[in-house]
């Protein structure tokens, strides 16, 4: 495991795994470097990987490796691909089962011929004059040096950039960041009755099942009837809490309903606390919810995925992405791709979730500054550690932007490898020429 790679991707997440995929693809000696003994991240724990398509004018905004996995997924049963969401905050809606894509993501991994070590974590970054030279990698088989030309930073929360000395910033001006989440998958729910009983301030989407019945395929419902219950009291630190349901099968769902406030996913105590905190209080949901709320009356909570952190460290680039910059639709000369998703702001306080639309054509750029941290030199950054303010995050943190930017960090680092060059110092237009070749859409 000793070695020297053209690149080396730290962290298999959602842009990490598509970062390795496009880096092998266009001729780099890859390595992916992941902690756990699955490919995803957040994106292969039960969310749906909005949004490929812009709000308002439907224009297609996200394509390349990105479609080439939704392809993969119907094929295999794992997706209803993109489903038009009439009347709703998003253009459509992308069901996604998340069992199925972690194998469709170690194909085509394999296919790409990049390298993976697995339940393996860095612990170690090596650098010499602004440069990093290689990192420690710990496994159960021991230590290992791994040297790398050009190194992608996509564990989520930015740690191979930080032991390296880039710049960063966290949460909003106080230091406050969107709360963190543990999703629950449950069976034998009753969608229908749910939404029959249960109201909601969101469109919802509805689709006709194998069986003949049309069940819903995504549904928030108000909790608010159940405000005054003890268990209600306990839970939810708002009124008229919200139970998001993503259901890629009719009886069967991811339940995002959980919430914890004032956690710092880079704070190991925090950590380790909302691990605990989070796992208990999901029991006590799925209780709650068998008792008290139409159609879950005979569920069965049959797992749970990973708890996932909103937000943590972001990367101080050589642009930054603003609010204004996604409200406004703003496109960018050195675009790499295009992100559509809403403002998703979950309250740092711990109030009800908030969306605002993007502005223009109902898509923004990613602009490939915003992928290069400042003071080190052959580093790019991929993923909710972007180059972005705390509001902007909000949006640009969605899945299928995160693997839009993992697709352009994985061949800008290949790129970089093959031309001997530092990722700043890469032609914008030769990286965007390669993007478009890929059916990737920079605008």
Same mark, same amino acid.
């Given at each position: ?14 842009a ?27 994106g ?18 996200v394509a ?19 489903l038009?969401?009439?009347? =709703?905050?998003?253009y ?39 440069k ?16 790398g030309?050009?190194? /992608?930073?996509?564990?989520g ?62 549904y ?27 259901c ?13 406030? =004032? ?50 460290r ?44 993007? =502005? ?15 003071? /080190?030199?052959?580093l790019?950054?991929? =993923? ?56 990737? /859409?920079?605008?």
């Amino acid at each position: 495991m000793n070695g020297t790679y053209d690149v080396v991707v730290c962290g298999g997440g959602t842009a990490g795994a598509v970062a390795a995929i496009a880096s092998a693809r266009n001729g780099a000696k890859t390595l992916l470097i992941e902690k756990e003994q699955w490919l995803g991240g957040s994106g292969a724990v039960g969310f749906f990987p909005h949004s490929f398509f812009a709000n308002g004018s439907g224009r297609r905004a996200v394509a390349g490796i990105s479609e080439e996995i939704i392809e993969r997924l119907k094929e295999k049963g794992g997706s209803l691909g993109h489903l038009r969401f009439e009347g =709703g905050h998003l253009y459509t809606h992308t069901p996604v089962d998340h069992e199925i894509k972690r194998v469709v993501l170690m194909e085509m991994i394999k296919e790409s011929g990049a390298e993976v070590l697995l339940d393996t974590i860095i612990n170690e970054v090596n650098v010499e004059n602004g440069k990093i030279t290689s990192v420690t990698a710990q496994n159960k088989a021991g230590s290992w040096t791994i040297a790398g030309k050009i190194f /992608i930073d996509c564990t989520g929360d930015g740690d191979i950039g930080a032991r390296a000395g880039a710049p960063f910033e966290k949460g909003r001006k106080d230091g406050k960041m969107q709360p963190c989440s543990l999703n629950m998958r449950l069976t034998n729910v009753d969608m229908v009755r749910f939404a029959e009983n249960v109201p909601t301030d969101l469109a919802s989407l509805w689709t006709d099942r194998p069986s003949g019945r049309r069940t819903p395929v995504y549904y928030v419902g108000r909790l608010g009837q159940w405000d005054d219950t003890p268990e209600a009291k306990e839970l939810f630190t708002d009124k008229n809490h919200q139970l998001f349901c993503l259901c890629v099968r009719e009886n069967d769902i991811i339940a995002n309903i959980s919430r914890l406030v =004032g956690m710092d996913a880079t704070n190991m105590d925090d950590v380790n606390k909302a691990a605990v905190e989070l796992r208990i209080q999901i029991f006590k949901l799925y209780q709650f919810l068998k008792k008290y709320v139409p159609g879950f009356e005979n569920c069965n909570l049959i797992g749970e995925t990973v708890v996932g952190f909103r937000e943590s460290r972001r990367f101080t680039g050589k642009y930054t992405i603003t609010k204004d910059d996604c409200l406004s639709g703003r496109k960018f000369e050195d675009n790499v791709g295009l992100a559509c998703y809403p403002l998703d702001m979950h309250d740092p306080e711990g109030g009800n979730v908030t969306f605002q639309q993007i =502005g223009g054509d109902g898509s923004y750029g990613i602009p490939y500054r915003a992928l290069i941290p400042q003071k /080190i030199e052959n580093l790019i950054v991929a =993923g909710r550690i972007v180059s972005a303010t705390h509001e902007a995050l909000a949006s640009v943190r969605s899945i299928a932007a995160c693997e839009v930017m993992g697709q352009a960090a994985g061949t800008a680092a290949a790129l970089c490898a093959a031309q001997e060059k530092a990722p700043e110092d890469l032609d914008i237009h030769v990286l965007q020429d390669r993007l478009v070749s890929q059916n990737a /859409i920079i605008m």
